[in-house]
Structures are given as C-alpha cells and as structure tokens.
C-alpha cells in the first residue's frame, strides 16, 4: 500500500467519490481507502484471483486509519467478490450467487429479530454491499463498534445506507471433515423501515421458516455470515453444486 502511486490514488478515490458520500472522512482516511483499493486490484490482477476474504480489523485501522468496508462494496459491485473477517466460505458462495443471478451479491450478518416477526430479521454488515443493492448512494463514516477499540476517527471505511427492496437467494458455506456443506434458500427484503441511527447497511428480510433456517445455522456451526443476491435461484444453484461439485446441499426451508 506504501508504494501506490499517487496517479493511481487520485484515479481510484475519483472512483470512490462518484460511488459513495465522502464528505465525512479526513482527507488522509480518503487517501488510505484508494490506496487499498488499488493495492487490492493489483493483488488479484497479478495472482489472477477470482474472489479474496479480508482480514479487516484491526491491524489496517491501526495503521492506516481506514476499515476495508466501502472498498469491498465497490469491488463486489464490479463482481470481484470480496468476503469480510476473511470468511472465504462466504466469497465462494458470494460467486455462485453473481453467476447465477447475474448480480452483485453482498456477505450479510444475521443480524436483529424485527419486532414480533417470526420470519422477519434485519440483515446487516458494516458497508460492503454493492452500490447497485443500495436504495442510494451511502455515507462513509468512522466505524462505531472498531473506533471502542481503536480510538475516533481511526477506523473510517463503513458505508452507511439500506438495501433495496428485492427477492433474493441466500446461502453459505464451510468445509467438515474433507466435505463442503453449503445451505440455500430465498426471501425478500421489504420496505419495512429501519431506525435512521442504526449503523452501516441494512435491509428487513422476511424468509420463509426463518426460525428453521436460523437453527440450521446453528446447530450445523455456519457462521453469523449470510450471502445475498437479487432473485430466486436457489433450485439451479442446488443442482449445480450438488450434480455438478459435488457439495452437500441444504434447504432448512423445505425441511
């Protein structure tokens, strides 16, 4: 990141700024974030990678001052997936759902129940999400929960929005005893609203037997990582893995 050119900064934070607001982030932040990104094009071009997972706290806040989020939101919305808390489970999932939707895709947290909903929840990650998923363009700010650690101002990097409405797939992915267990299914983000002050990206899924999908998370030890993707693909993407992988599928929706 040291060594990024400054032509190439200055190309890659114009990118940013027609992306994203940031007219919260100091200027030596702003600087940091295009010198990330370019390091991390550079990277992939030169391995000829197909999608990354990011170690993303806290050594880049400790020493650049910046978080990874809008960076991956960008990436991911230019189809180079790119996962959070270097969960390449997740990344391999993010590219099966690009290719079968045709659409960017976004690694999630399980996140809030909504109220009394019982199939609704509130899907959330700090600013990753592809600007084309966004009800509008985000606002980069300090990253609340890194900055208790790391101090103000030291962390700046999330991009602050909502999810559109939309049908969507989800699923995920780890590896058990030499096999790769990957789940699926599909819901809907609403309109339902969300409190202005709640932080990063967020949307209100309403998933179908959520509460069974919820336990197969955890029981089966998936991680709090879910991958979306406008549309309803879950049944071509289950024949693909299965017939075609060799993955073991699941569908905690059907049972």
């Given at each position: 990141?040291?060594k990024?050119?400054?032509?190439?900064?200055k190309?890659?934070?114009?990118?940013?700024?027609?992306?994203?607001?940031?007219?919260?982030t100091?200027a030596?932040?702003?600087?940091?974030?295009?010198?990330m990104?370019?390091?991390?094009?550079?990277?992939?071009n030169?391995?000829?990678?197909?999608?990354?997972?990011i170690?993303?706290?806290?050594?880049?806040?400790?020493?650049?001052?910046?978080?990874?989020?809008m960076?991956?939101?960008e990436?991911?919305?230019?189809?180079?997936?790119?996962?959070?808390?270097?969960d390449?489970?997740n990344?391999i999932?993010?590219?099966?759902?690009?290719?079968?939707?045709?659409?960017?895709?976004?690694?999630?947290?399980?996140?809030?129940?909504?109220?009394?909903?019982?199939?609704?929840?509130?899907?959330?990650?700090?600013?990753?999400?592809p600007?084309?998923?966004m009800?509008?363009?985000?606002?980069?700010?300090?990253h609340s929960?890194?900055?208790?650690?790391v101090?103000?101002?030291?962390?700046?990097?999330?991009n602050v929005?909502?999810?559109?409405?939309?049908d969507?797939?989800?699923?995920s992915l780890l590896?058990?005893d030499?096999?790769?267990?990957?789940?699926?299914?599909?819901?809907?983000?609403?309109?339902?609203?969300?409190?202005?002050?709640?932080?990063?990206?967020?949307?209100v899924?309403?998933?179908?037997?959520?509460?069974?999908?919820?336990?197969?998370?955890?029981?089966?030890g998936?991680?709090?990582?879910?991958?979306?993707?406008?549309g309803?693909?879950a049944?071509?993407?289950?024949?693909?893995?299965?017939h075609?992988l060799?993955?073991e599928?699941?569908?905690?929706q059907r049972?």
């Amino acid at each position: 990141m040291r060594k990024v050119s400054a032509d190439k900064i200055k190309a890659k934070m114009a990118v940013y700024e027609n992306a994203v607001n940031l007219c919260k982030t100091p200027a030596e932040s702003k600087e940091n974030l295009a010198r990330m990104g370019v390091a991390l094009d550079d990277l992939i071009n030169e391995e000829g990678l197909d999608a990354i997972a990011i170690r993303c706290w806290f050594e880049v806040q400790q020493q650049f001052h910046i978080s990874p989020c809008m960076i991956l939101g960008e990436m991911n919305n230019r189809f180079v997936e790119a996962a959070c808390e270097v969960d390449l489970g997740n990344a391999i999932v993010m590219r099966a759902l690009r290719f079968a939707t045709g659409r960017p895709s976004a690694c999630l947290d399980w996140n809030n129940n909504y109220g009394d909903d019982e199939n609704k929840c509130i899907l959330f990650h700090c600013g990753p999400v592809p600007m084309d998923l966004m009800t509008e363009k985000g606002t980069v700010t300090d990253h609340s929960m890194i900055a208790t650690v790391v101090g103000e101002n030291k962390s700046f990097g999330p991009n602050v929005g909502r999810i559109k409405p939309m049908d969507f797939t989800f699923g995920s992915l780890l590896t058990r005893d030499g096999r790769v267990c990957c789940y699926l299914g599909e819901g809907t983000i609403t309109k339902d609203p969300i409190a202005a002050d709640f932080f990063g990206c967020a949307g209100v899924a309403q998933i179908d037997r959520l509460q069974d999908v919820l336990l197969h998370v955890g029981t089966t030890g998936h991680r709090h990582h879910v991958s979306i993707s406008p549309g309803r693909v879950a049944d071509p993407m289950r024949e693909a893995m299965t017939h075609y992988l060799g993955f073991e599928v699941t569908m905690p929706q059907r049972g």
